[in-house]
């Protein structure tokens, strides 16, 4: 029997143009700013509109030091990003999902994640599952604060 996929969303709505929000939240080298634990982001392969990436964060509480590559299609058009885990470490897969849509008060990022961790994985689905509801909404206010303070000082309201 296979089990039912874990799955978390999270959303933030940023005060900025549609524009700005897609390129800085997709400009992969200005990751480590917007992720406390990434120490690099490497892009290994860029075709087009889709780009294969080594992450590697700082070690973690036991010194551990985990990395991965990833696979990203974006469709600027659509407003989405679609991600996959190439190595996937301690997780049968990891799909990410990320939406951006216009509201009258900016614009609505969401990241979706739909993942199963292996059996022997160290951390459980619901372990897993706790982390990224813990840790996205930190990463997505940095994320917000620094394209708003951008927007700000390129888009000046006047």
Do not use: C
């Not at 990022?109 to 930190?138: C, G, H, Y």
């Amino acid at each position: 029997m296979t089990a039912v996929p874990s799955r978390t969303e999270n959303s933030i709505v940023i005060d900025a143009p549609y524009d700005l929000v897609w390129e800085m939240t997709n400009d992969l080298g200005a990751w480590t700013g917007f992720f406390p634990k990434y120490a690099s982001v490497e892009v290994l392969e860029r075709e087009e509109d889709t780009v294969r990436f080594r992450i590697t964060k700082f070690p973690d509480e036991q010194g551990r030091v985990w990395s991965w590559v990833s696979e990203r299609v974006m469709d600027r058009a659509r407003g989405e990003v679609r991600a996959r885990r190439v190595e996937t470490g301690a997780f049968e897969f990891i799909n990410l999902h990320w939406t951006y849509e216009e509201v009258p008060s900016g614009i609505l990022m969401t990241w979706r994640n739909e993942f199963t961790m292996k059996p022997d994985s160290p951390l459980s689905d619901e372990q897993i599952t706790a982390n990224i509801n813990r840790e996205a909404p930190v990463e997505m206010g940095l994320i917000k604060d620094k394209i708003e303070a951008r927007a700000r000082a390129e888009y000046p309201v006047g």
